[in-house]
């Protein structure tokens, strides 16, 4: 069965064939280097880092690209601001968005080029536009000309006419059309340029993924990624210039994730609504940000708000604790014991692989692929294995669970933490969000053993219904009383 994917291109979903068989070309509009990356600009990242694990499980060897874009006007704006060089801004933003990057613990890129390294390939690109007629120079400025390129507008489903008659581009009246972008443009003062034939100047912001990507993927490549704010009019323009200077297809499978809304509003700095990857990860953890990603399926809209975050938060605490509950059993029980996998638990972890690899060829059911993990989680809970002391299957049976569940942790990006430690972690989080005093819970559950030891039922009942109340669950083992927030 191929994988299918929804292809913005067509707005259906089509079964995916790849150029050359065996090989994904993928390319992600990656950040601009200014700042700090909000956690809308991180579902990009964290999702394709899915699409590229499975492609690979899958049996491809998947060239992924993610590109940093150092050349921009948001650069020179904060580099004017701070009196420094424009490079020493984005360097900067690089430098922070490696740390996210490592600690949201996301496969390394294949390449991760830099528009700066790539002011040849561009110029060059530029000059064939021309060439070619798809692009025109006034006054050291390069303008494509979308009405030589028919085709424009089929991406996104706009019609030359109807862009005309509502348009709202300003207008340059030097431009031929007003929906013609710019190429190429001459740097004003202090601004970062390069020498061209059209004289010193800098690249528009499209012409710098379409060189990267003729340079480093080719003319045609297999998926082309991004926010679906990218539709129009960054990828459109794309497809002009590489049809333009290619004459061939720029692309197969455009896909498009939706946004992170803030209460019913797009996440975006220029609304102020925004929460860092970085802040979100130092409350949080980074995991609970993946796992929150993959609650909603990538072409819907996330809304994000604090329900989302505990309803994380409680799922992950329900793999791990099973985790921890598989770490205690292994060591437990004896390696001699020669036990096999539990045949039902076997034939489930069978079904199940079955029923991700259908939800995740489906244009990637991440909901659908969480459903089945917890299925899993709760069978594995349901054999109650530690319990069973003599049952020589136990060991086998944790191994196989704990192999199943690392296997789809390696894909997703998840359950990579030592269990006890990442529930302690969880149990922080709780407590500080919920401004627990840890002295009160514990005053309150020596007194309700102490009442139980004096069977006081109704004082143990008291101290039990208090801690309820705080948002505690506990229960008593025979290690003591363990104790954590309800979520
Ligand atoms: P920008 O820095 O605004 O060009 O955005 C970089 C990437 O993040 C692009 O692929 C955008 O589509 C994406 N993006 C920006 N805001 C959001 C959001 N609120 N939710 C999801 N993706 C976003
Ligand atoms: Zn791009």
Redesign the pocket.
């Known amino acids: 069965m191929p994988i299918k994917l929804y292809n913005t291109l067509s707005n259906t979903k089509e079964n995916f064939v790849p150029i050359e068989e065996g090989k994904v070309r993928l390319y992600l ?1 990656g950040p601009t280097v200014y700042d700090l990356l909000h956690i809308g600009n991180f579902r990009g990242a964290i999702f394709f880092n899915l699409v590229r694990n499975w492609f690979e499980l899958s049996g491809n060897e998947v060239t992924y690209v993610y ?1 940093y874009t150092d050349v921009d006007d948001k650069i020179i704006k904060k580099a004017n601001e701070e009196g420094v060089d424009a490079t020493v801004i984005s360097e900067r933003f690089i430098a922070e968005f490696e740390k996210d990057f490592n600690r949201l613990g996301l496969k390394k890129h294949t390449h991760n080029p830099k528009v700066t390294e790539f002011m040849d390939e561009i110029i060059s690109y530029v000059e064939t536009l021309v060439k070619n007629d798809k692009a025109y120079v006034i006054d050291g400025e390069v303008f494509f000309s979308i009405d030589n390129f028919p085709e424009y507008g089929k991406l996104s489903n706009k019609n030359l006419d109807d862009l005309q008659a509502g348009q709202r581009v300003e207008v340059d009246s030097r431009k031929r059309n007003p929906y013609d972008f710019v190429l190429w443009k001459p740097s004003k003062e202090g601004e970062p340029h390069w020498t061209s034939p059209w004289g010193e100047g800098r690249p528009g912001w499209h012409i ?2 379409s060189a990267m990507i003729k340079s480093i993927l080719g003319n045609t490549i297999d998926i082309h990624g ?1 926010g679906i704010d ?1 539709i129009f009019p ?1 990828h459109e323009n ?1 497809i002009a210039q590489g049809e333009g200077c290619n004459c061939e297809k720029y692309c197969n499978y455009w896909m498009h994730n939706e946004f992170i809304n803030m209460k019913d509003e797009k996440m975006s700095k220029s609304i102020g609504n925004v929460i860092t990857g970085r802040s979100f990860m130092d409350q949080y953890h980074p995991e609970i940000l993946k796992f929150l990603m993959f609650s909603a399926h990538y072409r819907s809209v996330l809304n994000m708000s604090d329900d989302k975050i505990h309803q994380s938060i409680s799922g992950l605490r329900r793999v791990y604790d099973a985790l921890s509950h598989a770490l205690v059993i292994e060591n437990t029980f004896n390696e001699s014991e020669n036990g096999k996998v539990n045949k039902t638990f076997a034939q489930l972890l069978k079904t199940s692989d079955a029923k991700i690899k259908k939800a995740l060829d489906d244009d990637f059911n991440t909901g659908e692929t969480v459903a089945a993990i917890f299925e899993v989680v709760r069978a594995f809970n349901a054999l109650n294995l530690l319990k069973k002391q003599k049952d020589p299957n136990s060991l086998p049976t944790t191994k196989a669970f704990k192999e199943w569940i690392l296997k789809y942790g390696d894909m997703l990006a998840l359950f990579k933490e030592e269990p006890t430690s990442f529930l302690a972690d969880i149990d922080q989080i709780m407590i500080k969000e919920k401004n627990i005093d840890i002295a009160i819970v514990e005053a309150l559950i020596k007194s309700r053993e102490e009442a139980r030891a004096n069977k006081d039922w109704a004082a143990a009942d008291v101290a039990r219904d208090e801690l309820h109340a705080m948002g505690i669950d506990f229960q008593e083992t025979s290690d003591g009383v363990k104790w954590n927030v309800k979520v």
Request: charged share 25%; hydrophobic share 10%; with cysteine.
């Open positions: 509009c590109n710098e993924c991004g990218l960054h794309e």
